[in-house]
């Protein structure tokens, strides 16, 4: 994971993308599918309420939220991001959390009665990250991960959302408005005015058709736009400049995170290689399947499970 794009992640978790964005900025609705949550409620479910949990690239701890409702309370959540870790942090205080790579968490030897990893551990280098993983399992233990894979119903999402991320910037839809709006509440001449919105007017039809079709975040824009314009009266032009300028930030943000989802999606080739990568770490791996919905058929993603031999 890039700078740019660890620094893009950072600002989801601390919230920053709500400050301007409200929720159109926040998620990816697959990710959150009530069947991914069954998944894990009928694995964690299976343990003794003692089984000591590991949430591997944990974000703001999915799995733990989960193993959490069904009483398990020896809770670990390690991510590279400290803002995660943080987010992680103010809903389980007690869970012990560590900021550090999937790759090497710098935890103790065979701790775990369960690694696991809900669309994590693969933007770390997956092989390095199974190793560790492997090295973290306890005697009797597992490592169960879903996994990003390759045209999975999330990969074809957040190609869709990046792509009309990347768009509404490139329409110019921020600038030609923040050109506008200056002219009309600085007392600009009638002409200066019409030629502001008329230079407008192209990028607000193109973020409108991406408003009409996909919603989201062009709908949010588009929207706040519309009634900041209704209501410039009661506003500073930096008020008005502050909120398009900070979307512009927040959809580049967006735009960077979506791209980081798509390149962690793994092929069947690199899933078997991270089940190769737990066999040499002294796992026995489960046979590769595709996390279906039942609903609608689509593939989520990979889930890769491994065991302690001994199992």
Known sequence: MNDKTAQDWGNYWQGRAASESGAALIGVGIETDAEIGAFWDGHLGALPKSARVLDLACGAGSVLRRASAIGLKNLCGVDISDAAIATLKAEFPNAQTVVASAEATGLDDAQFDIVASQFGFEYADATAAAREAARLVAKGGQFLALAHSKSSAIELEVARLGADAKAILESGFIGRACEMFEADMTGATDATFAKAAAAFSGPQAEVLAIA??????????????????????????????????GMRSEIAAYAGRMESMRRAAISEAEAKAVLGALKAGGLKPQPLHAFKSKITGDIIGWIIHATDKQL
Do not use: C, F, M, P
């Open 212 to 245: 009409k079709r996909a919603g989201g975040i062009a709908a949010h824009l588009y929207q706040g736009t519309q009634t900041l314009y209704q209501k410039r009266r009661g506003y500073e032009l930096s008020d008005v400049t502050n909120w398009l300028n």
